[in-house]
């Protein structure tokens, strides 16, 4: 098993940065390819940015591409996503996800997930 933990997640106005941390536990982490994923208002949930358990192979969707990067450490089993020039499309719930394989990861079947932090981007 494998436990999630989000945190970072606040109140922003457009156009400023905000990092957010994904905390996991119960396994190593290197084991793992990592992703977000989010949710905004009345909305399904997304695909943000995807992370193979190297670091070497990186996926974005196309609205967070330029704006957004992912990024592991290994050693302290955190993964980050930093975000930039946010705008209030990005307002959502994000999730941290996990799964043995990228591609299960980006379509949306990942095996583990967080509970999921705020993120509210003002106008």
């Known amino acids: 098993q494998v436990q999630l933990v989000e945190s970072g997640g606040e109140l922003v106005q457009a156009g400023a940065s905000l990092r957010l941390s994904c905390a996991a536990s119960g396994r190593p982490l290197y084991r793992f390819a990592m992703g977000w994923f989010r949710q905004g208002p009345g909305k399904g949930r997304e695909f943000v940015a995807g992370?193979?358990?190297?670091?070497?192979?990186?996926h974005y969707s196309d609205s967070v591409k330029g704006r957004f990067t992912i990024s592991r450490d290994n050693t302290k089993n955190t993964m980050y996503l930093e975000m930039n020039n946010m705008k209030p499309e990005d307002t959502a719930v994000y999730y941290c996800?996990?799964?043995?394989?990228?591609?299960?990861?980006?379509?949306?079947?990942?095996?583990?997930w967080g509970q999921g932090t705020q993120v509210t981007v003002s106008s």
């Open positions: 992370l193979s358990w190297s670091g070497t192979s990186t």
């Open positions: 996800a996990a799964d043995g394989r990228l591609q299960t990861l980006i379509s949306g079947e990942s095996e583990y």
